[in-house]
């Protein structure tokens, strides 16, 4: 095993350093790595010598692609299902303390972050995103909803593009993520090591970002609004259905196709969960939804089935139970997010 610490914590010129550090595996969170970070931001939260902080990942695929769902999957294998609980309870309260962080919190959302990666990154005060950002919550693929505040994101995007991008796991590009609120500026990747090197000198982190930052341009899913919005604001899974269907356009087909293969239960809660978290005040209230949530869908079979499908064995077949979306107990899944 390597001797490389997970995530390397250090302070240069007045600036916490936190670098995600699993790259072979795109710096996917394992526990230890969330108390890492959380004990990090704990020690610099007081320290007058720590003017800011600066996130980002080792490697160039990406800052972070979610938890370790592998792991999670051998908990429940293993008969140890609270410990996932126990991983989610401290994602989850990290989370808020990156969103109440009292110093500037920087973050290089550069390639992949997903998932949990847009946890610690999109609940950030200084958000930055490349050319080449590829940013999702992709929960419904293996049987979970949105996490790590993902459904306050979503609820809070433009229209129903929320909606849609937590129901079909969809992927922003860097200007998409601006327009979504996810991020906040721009930075060409090539960019991205003077940006680093002003931050680690001492520049004061908006006048750095500002400096290096250019216009997103306009983002592609803005131009896919109107029938998103049109086909997505239905109240229930099978109502957006029934509009896909009869849009009868060839991005609507699409998106039908990709509802297919997703999750029935994962759809249903994670339409509920955006809608709820939509009328939520309060980030921590969304965080208590979405840890009962997931709490809830640990228990069930789909979980654990579809990380088998897309992560470990990658047949990318699960077989989902229910099968249907008409098997789905609505009203236990209402019961959970409310």
């Known amino acids: 095993?390597?001797?490389?610490?997970?995530?390397?914590?250090?302070?240069?010129?007045?600036?916490?350093?936190?670098?995600?550090?699993?790259?072979?595996?795109?710096?996917?969170?394992?526990?230890?790595?969330?108390?890492?970070?959380?004990?990090?931001?704990?020690?610099?939260?007081?320290?007058?010598?720590?003017?800011?902080?600066?996130?980002?990942?080792?490697?160039?695929?990406?800052?972070?692609a979610g938890g370790d769902i592998?792991?999670?999957?051998?908990?429940?294998?293993?008969?140890?299902p609270n410990d996932t609980r126990d991983f989610w309870r401290d994602e989850y309260t990290l989370c808020a303390v990156i969103a109440n962080y009292p110093k500037p919190y920087t973050v290089l959302m550069d390639g992949v972050t997903m998932g949990g990666g847009v946890g610690v990154a999109s609940h950030g005060s200084i958000r930055v995103v490349t050319e080449r950002?590829?940013?999702?919550?992709?929960?419904?693929?293996?049987?979970?909803?949105?996490?790590?505040?993902?459904?306050?994101?979503?609820?809070?995007?433009?229209?129903?593009i929320g909606t849609y991008l937590g129901l079909n796991a969809a992927t922003m590009s860097g200007a998409d993520a601006v327009w979504c609120g996810f991020a906040?500026?721009?930075?060409?990747?090539t960019s991205l090591p003077m940006l680093r090197d002003a931050l680690l000198a001492?520049?004061?982190?908006?006048?750095a970002v500002a400096r290096l930052e250019v216009d997103p341009g306009p983002a592609p899913l803005a131009a896919e609004q109107r029938w998103i919005d049109a086909c997505y604001s239905a109240e229930t899974v099978p109502e957006?259905?029934?509009?896909?269907?009869?849009?009868?356009t060839d991005a609507a087909r699409a998106?039908?196709?990709e509802l297919a293969e997703l999750c029935p239960t994962s759809l249903v809660a994670t339409l509920m969960g955006v809608r709820r978290s939509g009328q939520r005040d309060q980030l921590g209230d969304v965080l208590d939804q979405e840890y009962r949530t997931s709490s809830w869908l640990l228990d069930r079979p789909d979980l654990v089935e579809g990380i088998r499908a897309r992560v470990v064995d990658k047949d990318n077949a699960p077989r989902w139970n229910p099968a249907t979306l008409a098997e789905v107990d609505v009203a236990e899944v209402e019961r959970v997010i409310a």
């Open 133 to 160: 950002s590829k940013i999702a919550m992709p929960e419904t693929r293996i049987g979970l909803a949105p996490d790590i505040g993902g459904t306050w994101l979503l609820s809070r995007a433009p229209g129903e």
């Open 202 to 207: 001492g520049e004061e982190p908006t006048a």
């Open 184 to 189: 906040d500026h721009l930075v060409p990747s």
């Open 240 to 248: 957006i259905i029934d509009r896909l269907v009869a849009a009868g």
């Open 70 to 80: 592998r792991g999670l999957r051998e908990n429940v294998l293993d008969d140890r």
């Open 1 to 64: 095993m390597s001797d490389e610490p997970q995530v390397r914590a250090r302070v240069q010129n007045g600036v916490g350093h936190l670098t995600l550090n699993r790259p072979r595996a795109i710096n996917a969170l394992t526990h230890r790595m969330i108390i890492s970070i959380r004990d990090a931001l704990g020690q610099w939260r007081t320290d007058s010598r720590v003017h800011s902080v600066l996130l980002d990942g080792a490697g160039d695929r990406g800052l972070c």
């Open 255 to 257: 998106a039908l196709s």
